[in-house]
């Protein structure tokens, strides 16, 4: 029996190293986890669900409120337990709590093995030395699902373009994240097509400002050049992208979405705010007028479009009126997803110097109205959706049942025997919530590898 405080051995298994990931915030965090455990299966490791098993544990966090770095901290509280059992265990954080702060995060949690940046994934070495071995351009593959795993996934995400050249006031992001930086083209489709040999059929290409890609590449291609070049890689079903900029969003991109097959009519464009005063101490960059005219465009040449944006409320000196004008906002163009956020000072930033004046009730009001404005909007417009037939593409199992997505990124779920997953299906619509939809799968189409 061991004693107490005395070292627990390495748990005993079949000889293979282990690692463990534990992700918070945004698909761009998603992504680069999967990258390293790309690596890390090539130099040999398997990832477990449990983290006393593990001997490598990978904390990838996010700062962009409050709520998740208090998350992230607690995570990193938690692992000094393992760690005093298990010194053996190596552990590292990563993400955008890291950049910058290597000094006085070592001073905080000295339990903690290594921190490196986003993308810094050549330093992992120092915690998994078997990486040495391994060639680390495969950093581009994206995905640790290699050829002959029986369940691959079925969708993927592909960073595109890292950083954010905005300095919008609230935000932290481009000091953890640093200047734009665009994937060269070529590259990117050669990932997408490596992606779709491995079975994935619908690819989510990620930036901050994903329509901003290309302006620091020779020859400056768009996203609306990205889009036509990944939309004719033989096999991919699905393309989507996110988030955009609307200072970004052209006519030419748009027009790629309405024209290329594999585009999903799913855009999503956060406002931030309906009021111009707001929007202009936020350094948006745009007014509401310029928001609600490209919303008009996007509208009138993507049939059947859906449409995704994000609120703050709660701003620094936001005035009842000047939420209202957001909240008027809302109820006017009709998104069929708000994410919406408490306002949260973050060190560093320039809204940071000034009072968090809106109390917390008061900004949890403001949300709460958003979200009952919402939930009202969409039980009526998902209802209006019984009885109509969706095209879903099945990517797992939740809740017991089958699980998937529109091409407008509708969430819908169906029971049935057998295995669905990878499979393209229309879906008759039974049942809804304001947050998904019920069904009955009618039918099931052929994938075409070229010509769609
Ligand atoms: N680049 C995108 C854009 O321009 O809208 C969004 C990226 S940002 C990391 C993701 C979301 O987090 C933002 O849309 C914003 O709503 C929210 N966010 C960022 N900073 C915040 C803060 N200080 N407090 C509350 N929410 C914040
Ligand atoms: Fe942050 Fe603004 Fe850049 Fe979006 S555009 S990541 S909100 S600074």
Not at 225 to 231: R, S
Not at 323 to 332: D, I, N, V, W
Not at 355 to 378: N, Y
Request: glycine share 8%; hydrophobic share 40%.
């Amino acid at each position: 029996m061991r004693a107490q405080g005395e070292p627990e051995a390495a748990p005993e298994h079949d000889g293979a190293k282990r690692f463990f990931l534990w992700t918070i915030g945004c698909q761009m965090n998603e992504a680069e986890s999967a990258k390293a455990a790309a690596l890390l299966s090539r130099a040999g490791y398997l990832q477990t669900y449990l983290e006393r098993e593990a001997d490598v544990v990978i904390v990838n966090s996010c700062v962009v409120r409050q709520a998740a770095e208090d998350k992230v901290a607690g995570k990193l509280g938690a692992l000094m337990d393992l760690k005093r059992r298990r010194p053996d265990v190596r552990i590292a954080l990563t993400g955008c709590m890291v950049t910058g702060q290597e000094t006085r995060l070592a001073e905080r949690f000295p339990h903690v093995d290594l921190f490196y940046g986003p993308s810094q994934f050549d330093r992992l070495v120092r915690i998994a030395p078997e990486l040495a071995e391994v060639d680390l351009d495969l950093a581009d593959l994206p995905h640790y699902y290699d050829e002959g795993v029986a369940d691959p996934n079925v969708t993927a995400f592909v960073p595109i373009i890292y950083g954010c050249n905005f300095v919008c006031s609230y935000c932290i992001v481009p000091y953890r994240r640093g200047r734009e930086t665009s994937r060269p083209l070529h590259q990117i489709v050669d990932e997408v097509q490596r992606l779709v040999a491995r079975g994935v059929r619908e690819v989510t290409l990620l930036g901050q400002t994903v329509n901003a890609y290309g302006h620091d590449l020779p020859n400056h291609p768009d996203l609306a050049d990205l889009l036509a070049a990944v939309d004719a890689v033989d096999g991919v079903q699905r393309v989507r992208f996110l988030t955009s900029h609307p200072k970004y969003m052209s006519d030419r991109i748009v027009q790629a979405v309405a024209d290329l097959p594999s585009l999903c009519e799913h855009i999503n464009l956060p406002v931030q705010a309906g009021d111009n005063e707001v929007l202009r101490r936020m350094r948006r960059t745009y007014t509401v007028e310029h928001y609600r005219e490209r919303i008009d465009y996007i509208r009138r040449t993507i049939p059947g479009v859906t449409l995704a944006t994000d609120i703050i409320v709660g701003f620094p000196g936001e005035t009842d009126e000047q939420f209202q004008h957001t909240y008027e906002l809302l109820g006017e163009l009709r998104f069929d997803k708000v994410h919406v956020a408490m306002y949260s000072p973050r060190p560093g930033t320039l809204s940071n110097r000034w009072e968090d004046d809106i109390p917390r009730v008061e900004k949890k009001r403001r949300h709460t109205a958003i979200e009952a404005l919402q939930a009202g909007l969409l039980t009526e417009r998902m209802h209006g959706n019984v009885g109509r037939c969706y095209e879903v593409l099945i990517d797992g199992r939740s809740r017991e049942r089958w699980r998937g997505r529109t091409r407008g990124n509708n969430l819908v779920f169906f029971d049935a025997p057998g295995d669905w997953k990878g499979k393209l299906v229309d879906v008759r619509v039974t049942d809804s919530t304001p947050w998904f939809m019920l069904g009955d799968a009618v039918g099931v189409h052929e994938y075409a590898v070229s010509g769609r």
